[in-house]
C-alpha cells in the first residue's frame, strides 16, 4: 500500500507542553535521571504503604543493573520477568532496558502453560520472579526451581537457572532502536505474539499521553492496570515517572479497596478498563456511596477495551467527574487517541490523534473511506512497533512497507474524532448487512440487570447468528425474555441476538478484557445453557 494523500480530518495535530519534561534521554532506563537529580526526595512510588523516593528507586535501579549484568544478563538477551504491581517489577524492568536487555514481562496471574510458553518462544536466558509480593509468582518460582536472591533494598526474588544456549539479539546502531519491551499478546486468535517495541516507541507515547492528560509531579497516579500489559507500563508508569510523578501500585483490584483509597489517598489520576469502572459503579451504588468524595481526583479515564454509554454514565455518577476515553493496541506502545480534558464528551468517542501520530481508514477494496464512513483503521507514527518477534511474514501482513499499520479495528471519524466501532475479524454479516458486537453489547449493558455483555458470531448451515453471553449483576435472575424484548426495542431485527447465554462470570485477559475467544470455545462445544463458571 503506497502512502496515501490524508484527509484533512486525520492529519496530526499539535499541542503545547504544559511544564518541562526530560527529553534527551535515548533508553526507558534512563528516564530516572532527571528526577533523581531535580527532585531526589520526591515519592515515585508506593505500594502497601511503604513509599521510595526517586533517588532511592535510582539507586535500587542501578544496583539491579549490576546484578544482572553479574547473573549473565547481556545486550540483547531476553530477560524473563514474572510480576505482578509492585516496586520490584518497575525497578527490575527499567534495570533490564539499561544494561541493553530485552525486558520480557509476564503477569503470574497466567496459567503454567501460557508462561512455559513465553519463556521457550522468546529464548529467555534469564527468568526473574518477584516472589515477595506475587504468590503467583513464587509458584512459578518454585516449580521452574528457582532460587532466591536480592539484587537490591525491595527485597528478595527468585532467579531461575540461566539458559547457556540462548544467543543475544544483535543491536541496533542507536540505542533508542533497541527492543524495551517484548509483550506477548494473544489479541483474538489465542495463539501469543511477541510484540518488540523500542525504547523509541515506548518514550513517544509515554511523553505524548502524559502532556495530553497534564500529568505533573504534583499527581498521584494509580496503577492497577498490570505492568505487564502495555498501557499499565506506558501510559502509567513511564508516563507518570517521565512527568516526575508519584505512583501507587496496587496488584489485584478490589471496588472496595479502591474505593477506600480514592477517598484518603490523594490519588489525583485513575486509569483503568470499563469493565473495572462498571465494577466500581455497581459497588457504589450498592453501598450508597454514589456520588463518592474524592476531592484529589482530577481525572479518570477509560482504556483498553470498548467503553459504552450505560458504563459511563454508570462510573460518572459514582465518582461525580467525566470519564474521559482513549483507544490503543499494544502494537502501537498502545496510545493512538485520547479525548480533550477541555472538551469532555458525553458519548463514547475516543477522541483523537496524539501529536505525531498519522491514521486513514480504509475500505474494502483498499481505498480512503469517505467522510463519515466507517472503515478499518490504519495508523503510523512513532509508537509503532518494530515488529513480531520471530515472526516476519505476521509483521509483513500488519505493517506496509511505508511503516502503516493495519489495526484490525474499524472505526469513523466525525470532526476529527474517532469512534470505535469494532474488531474487523469479529464483524458478524447477518442477512447481507454487516453487525457489529460493540453496538449489541452497548444496548445489553444497559440493562439493568447485565453486568457484563459479550457478543459472538455462531454458524448455522452457512449463515451467521448471533450470541450474547450475559453475565449478571448480583441478585438478579435469568430474564431471557425480558432482555430479549429490550433488544428488540432497541436494536434492527438483523442485529438481535437469536440466544442468551448466561454464565456466571466472563472470562477476561489480566487487563479486563472479555476474551471471546474462550466464548467461541463453548460454542464449539455445544454449550447452549446457563452452567456455572462455564466460562471461567
Excluded at 544478563?73 to 520490584?88: F, I, S, T, Y
Excluded at 472503515?375 to 511474514?393: D, E, F, N, S
Aim: overall charge neutral.
Amino acid at each position: 500500500m503506497s502512502a496515501p494523500r490524508l484527509p484533512s480530518f486525520l492529519l496530526p495535530h499539535r499541542s503545547d507542553t504544559a511544564f518541562p519534561r526530560p527529553q534527551r534521554e535515548s533508553v526507558v532506563g534512563d528516564i530516572l535521571l532527571h528526577w533523581s537529580t531535580r527532585t531526589p526526595d520526591a515519592v515515585a512510588l508506593v505500594e502497601n504503604g511503604r513509599s521510595w523516593t526517586y533517588r532511592e528507586l535510582e539507586r535500587a535501579v542501578r544496583q539491579t543493573a549490576d546484578w544482572l549484568e553479574s547473573a549473565g544478563a547481556r545486550p540483547g538477551d531476553r530477560v524473563v520477568l514474572v510480576c505482578e504491581n509492585c516496586c520490584a517489577a518497575v525497578a527490575i524492568y527499567l534495570a533490564c532496558t539499561r544494561v541493553r536487555a530485552w525486558p520480557v514481562i509476564v503477569n503470574a496471574r497466567l496459567s503454567d502453560r501460557e508462561v512455559d510458553e513465553i519463556c521457550e518462544h522468546s529464548g529467555a536466558r534469564r527468568t526473574i520472579f518477584t516472589s515477595e509480593s506475587s504468590l503467583r509468582a513464587r509458584h512459578h518460582g518454585e516449580r521452574l526451581c528457582a532460587r532466591f536472591s536480592e539484587p537490591a533494598d525491595f527485597g528478595a526474588v527468585m532467579l531461575g537457572a540461566g539458559n547457556g544456549t540462548a544467543e543475544p539479539e544483535p543491536g541496533e546502531q542507536e540505542c533508542a532502536d533497541d527492543v524495551a519491551a517484548l509483550i506477548y499478546t494473544s489479541g483474538t486468535t489465542g495463539r501469543p505474539k511477541g510484540v518488540m517495541l523500542t525504547h523509541r516507541n515506548l518514550l513517544f507515547v509515554a511523553r505524548a499521553s502524559a502532556q495530553a492528560r497534564r500529568l505533573s509531579p504534583s499527581d498521584r497516579v494509580m496503577a492497577i492496570l498490570p505492568v505487564s500489559h502495555i498501557l499499565g507500563l506506558t501510559g502509567i508508569v513511564l508516563g507518570a515517572l517521565v512527568s516526575g510523578a508519584e505512583i501507587c501500585l496496587v496488584s489485584r483490584f478490589e471496588p472496595a479497596s479502591l474505593m477506600s483509597a480514592l477517598q484518603r489517598d490523594r490519588v489525583s489520576v485513575l486509569i483503568g478498563t470499563p469493565s473495572m469502572y462498571a465494577m466500581l459503579a455497581e459497588y457504589a451504588a450498592r453501598k450508597r456511596l454514589a456520588p463518592l468524595a474524592a476531592s484529589a481526583l482530577r481525572l479518570m479515564s477509560a482504556a483498553g477495551a470498548p467503553l459504552d454509554s450505560a458504563t459511563k454514565a454508570a462510573a460518572e455518577h459514582a465518582l461525580g467527574r467525566t470519564l474521559h476515553n482513549g483507544y490503543g493496541i499494544t502494537e502501537c506502545s498502545p496510545t493512538i487517541t485520547l479525548t480533550s480534558l477541555d472538551a469532555p464528551r458525553n458519548d463514547c468517542s475516543v477522541g483523537q490523534l496524539l501529536p505525531g501520530i498519522m491514521a486513514r481508514l480504509v475500505d474494502s477494496l483498499g481505498n480512503d473511506a469517505s467522510s463519515g464512513e466507517t472503515g478499518a483503521l490504519w495508523v503510523r507514527g512513532p509508537g509503532v512497533m518494530k515488529g513480531y518477534y520471530r515472526a516476519p511474514l505476521e509483521t509483513a501482513e500488519a505493517v506496509d512497507k511505508d511503516g502503516w499499520f493495519n489495526t484490525g479495528d474499524l472505526a469513523r471519524v466525525e470532526n476529527g474524532d474517532f469512534f470505535i466501532v469494532g474488531r474487523s475479524k469479529e464483524m458478524i454479516i447477518r442477512f447481507g448487512f454487516n453487525v457489529y458486537p460493540a453496538e449489541i453489547e452497548g444496548v445489553l449493558n444497559a440493562h439493568p440487570a447485565v453486568a457484563r455483555a459479550a457478543v459472538v458470531a455462531k454458524a448455522r448451515g452457512g449463515v451467521e447468528d448471533i450470541t450474547a453471553f450475559l453475565q449478571l449483576r448480583p441478585g438478579c435472575v435469568d430474564t431471557s425474555a425480558e432482555i430479549a424484548d429490550y433488544a428488540a426495542a432497541r436494536l434492527a431485527s438483523y442485529k438481535r441476538p437469536s440466544e442468551f447465554i448466561f454464565v456466571d462470570t466472563m472470562p477476561l485477559s489480566p487487563a479486563g478484557k472479555v476474551l471471546k475467544s474462550k466464548l467461541t470455545e463453548l460454542l464449539d462445544r455445544g454449550f447452549q445453557g446457563t452452567l456455572a463458571n462455564a466460562a471461567a
